[in-house]
């Protein structure tokens, strides 16, 4: 039995140190023009056509639009996505 407690010790710590170590976070990317950034996908690259981000062979894109403080609610009257009370 006493064997079965060294396993528990030795995965305990195992668990500790794994759980102590930082994570590794992917840096962050600002596109030309923008005050917002983030950590891409892998294979997209900033592009000079618009704010964001793309990788043409794969026809793939993140387009980034900062809004100002109004712009959100103009947004979603426009929409037909306004919150209805009650």
């Known amino acids: ?4 407690r060294w396993i528990f ?7 500790f140190v794994a759980g ?3 994570a590794e976070a992917a840096d962050v990317v600002f596109p030309t023009g923008s005050l917002i950034g983030i950590a891409p996908p892998s294979g997209l690259k900033t592009t000079r056509r618009f704010i964001g981000f793309e990788d043409a062979s794969n026809k793939v894109a993140i387009t980034m639009v900062a809004l100002p403080r109004d712009g959100y609610a103009e947004l979603e009257k426009s ?3 306004a919150r209805q009370s009650g």
């Open 79 to 81: 929409t037909g996505m």
């Open 9 to 15: 010790r030795i995965a305990f710590v195992a668990l």
């Open 1 to 4: 039995m006493i064997w079965v």
């Open 20 to 22: 102590v170590t930082p």
